[in-house]
Nanobody, 125 residues
Framework: QVRLVESGGGSVQAGRSLRLSCVAS????????MAWYRQSPGKERVWIST???????NYADSVKGRFTISRDNGRKTVYLDINNVTPADTAVYYC???????????????????WGQGTQVIVSP
């Protein structure tokens, strides 16, 4: 069973930095694009950033310059570094990934999209 598990959330004061992590577990052939989303209170979940298997990155305009996405393919982990957090960063942060598994005969690749359960970040003034 493939799972994504986030960590690193919590309560933090404005101006500090934060690192979120998301590790993939289970049996699979490869991890393709990995991404972060967030959902602020009372709002829809929105995309923040994506990183490809090769390390190419893309960011939402709202977070450019303060957020950095990275990954360690050996550790099956994606990170999100947030600098100079503000109360507007308060949200549940979700990890998302396209992961390739194989059928029972290990002959046909199956690409599926997975979500983590989220990690809460609360920023106080």
């Amino acid at each position: 069973q493939v799972r994504l598990v986030e960590s690193g959330g919590g309560s933090v004061q404005a101006g500090r930095s934060l690192r979120l992590s998301c590790v993939a577990s289970g049996i699979f052939a490869s991890i393709d694009d990995m991404a972060w989303y967030r959902q602020s209170p009372g709002k829809e979940r929105v995309w923040i950033s994506t990183i490809t298997n090769g390390g190419a990155t893309n960011y939402a305009d709202s977070v450019k310059g303060r957020f950095t996405i990275s990954r360690d393919n050996g550790r099956k982990t994606v990170y999100l570094d947030i600098n100079n957090v503000t109360p507007a960063d308060t949200a549940v942060y979700y990890c998302n990934a396209d992961i390739t598994t194989m059928d029972h005969a290990w002959s046909r690749p199956i690409v599926s999209n997975y979500w983590g359960q989220g990690t809460q970040v609360i920023v106080s003034p």
